[in-house]
């Protein structure tokens, strides 16, 4: 089993939609999750990150994490064909030394 | 202008030549970290570095060196001894005691 999992998509919403991103991790001892925005030929941009249980809300993304099911998703509301790009999750582990485990993205296209 | 470089941006290696990206960050950023990315996957540390003159491997570390000389420097040497270096590698750096990693633009890789 991988250590994170992502959907690899790819996943078409129409522009203006809600586009819904998740991730699994598989260790309960991860402290803290990552959303990488990658657009192709590119390197990862980091958009959002979250330690707490519940929802963490900028502009228009909020990251949503669920410890008890591990699990973490990203969503992109008033989604534009600017967001179409491969998004990556991550996580740290309690005593890694600040290392992440990145999953294999999820690529998302915004459809006009 | 702060941020991280990586040189080349692109590179090509003959089978048996040893080659050496750079990564450079003027951000004061303590912690330093070499990834690999290959075609439609996740990340996959390679090395890291916490502080001038110590490093740690990563997950697939062999066939790879590095040094950290410098706070700002971590050069990545891709030896020989790597059997499948053709591959995206991205340089990322971070705050200590922060987790948050911010990526470089990469360097394109192929062995011809």
């Known amino acids: 089993q991988k250590e994170v999992e992502q959907n690899s998509g790819p996943l078409s919403v129409p522009e203006g939609a809600i586009a819904s991103l998740n991730c699994t991790y598989s260790?309960?001892?991860?402290?803290?999750f990552f959303w990488y925005r990658q657009y192709s030929g590119k390197s990862p941009e980091l958009i959002m990150f979250?330690?707490?249980?519940g929802d963490k809300e900028d502009g228009r993304f909020t990251a949503q994490l669920n410890k008890a099911s591990q699990y973490v998703s990203l969503l992109i509301r008033d989604s534009q064909p600017s967001d179409s790009a491969t998004y990556l999750c991550?996580?740290?582990?309690?005593?890694?030394?600040?290392?992440?485990?990145f999953g294999s993205g999820t690529q998302l296209t915004v459809l006009p | 202008d702060g941020g991280i470089t990586q040189s080349p941006k692109y590179l090509f290696r003959k089978e048996g030549q040893n080659v050496t990206l750079s990564c450079e960050q003027n951000l004061n950023h303590d912690a330093m970290y070499w990834y690999r990315q290959d075609p439609g996957q996740g990340l996959r540390l390679i090395y890291y570095?916490?502080?001038?003159?110590?490093?740690q491997k990563g997950d697939i570390a062999e066939g790879y060196s590095v040094s950290r000389e410098k706070k700002e420097s971590f050069p990545l040497t891709v030896t020989s001894a790597q059997k499948n270096p053709t591959a995206f590698y991205l340089c990322a750096s971070s705050v200590s005691r922060v987790d948050e990693q911010f990526f470089g633009p990469g360097t394109r890789l192929t062995v011809l």
């Open positions: 260790d309960r001892g991860s402290q803290s």
């Open positions: 570095s916490q502080i001038v003159n110590d490093f």
């Open positions: 991550a996580d740290r582990k309690v005593g890694s030394a600040r290392q992440l485990t």
């Open positions: 979250i330690y707490s249980n």
